[in-house]
């Protein structure tokens, strides 16, 4: 009897503190985390969504946004991101998985660098890294400064815009302060072909 009382004990015992952890840690302390990313950072806490010029969500500002084929033929009126090796599908993540010695990785940076050069109209050695190579997930909204303004003419004439109107669009978003110290300056593609696109409609 004595021994069924002490289980009974320590199973009420487990059972209190089961729901004393559920409740905190289950309820009052995601509660808590939640709160405080809504009241410190709500645009990144919500995921950093952007709306297009009609108010309406256009995705998230972490993340490309880009119209492309199958093929990874990118839309010629904007921006384009880097190369993807999951055609900036924002449901999956992926890098290329190709290595520096690897024949297949030489031969995708020459085929890019050749269709990239023809695009924007400048020589192959004009057109950077970036361009041509695919970020660890394929999914990175930024570009660098090169590879912006090299694209500047071909957005504007798209857009019958002024090119020293797009440049000062590249110019806002080119990231500075802290951000560019700790990496390099970048230009945010989502955000910039927003930008356009609002430049375009009050244009219109």
């Known amino acids: 009897m004595n021994t069924m009382s002490g289980y009974l004990r320590q199973a009420g015992t487990a059972i209190r503190f089961l729901l004393l952890a559920t409740i905190i840690l289950g309820l009052l302390y995601p509660l808590a985390v939640f709160a405080a990313g809504q009241l410190a950072g709500p645009f990144q806490a919500n995921g950093s969504i952007v709306k297009d010029p009609a108010g309406q969500s256009a995705g998230s500002a972490l993340i490309a946004q880009t119209a492309a084929d ?3 033929t990118q839309d010629q009126q904007w921006f384009h991101a880097r190369p993807s090796a999951v055609v900036w599908d924002p449901a999956s ?3 290329s998985n190709l290595g520096p010695n690897d024949a297949k990785l030489l031969e995708a ?3 890019h660098r ?4 023809a695009t924007e ?5 004009e057109v950077p890294a970036d361009a041509v190579t695919s970020s660890g997930s394929g999914l990175d909204p930024h570009i660098s400064v090169d590879y912006a303004t090299i694209q500047v003419p ?3 004439r798209a857009h019958g815009l002024e090119t020293q109107d797009v440049q000062k669009l590249v110019d806002k ?4 302060g802290l951000e560019a110290f700790l990496s390099q300056p970048s230009v945010n593609v989502t955000l910039l072909n927003l930008d356009i696109a609002r430049l375009a409609a ?3």
């Open 70 to 72: 199958e093929s990874g």
């Open 93 to 95: 993540s992926s890098a």
């Open 109 to 111: 940076v020459t085929t």
């Open 114 to 117: 050749a269709a990239i050069a």
């Open 121 to 125: 109209g400048v020589r192959p050695q």
């Open 154 to 156: 071909r957005v504007a």
């Open 173 to 176: 978003q080119t990231s500075s």
């Open 202 to 204: 009050n244009r219109g």
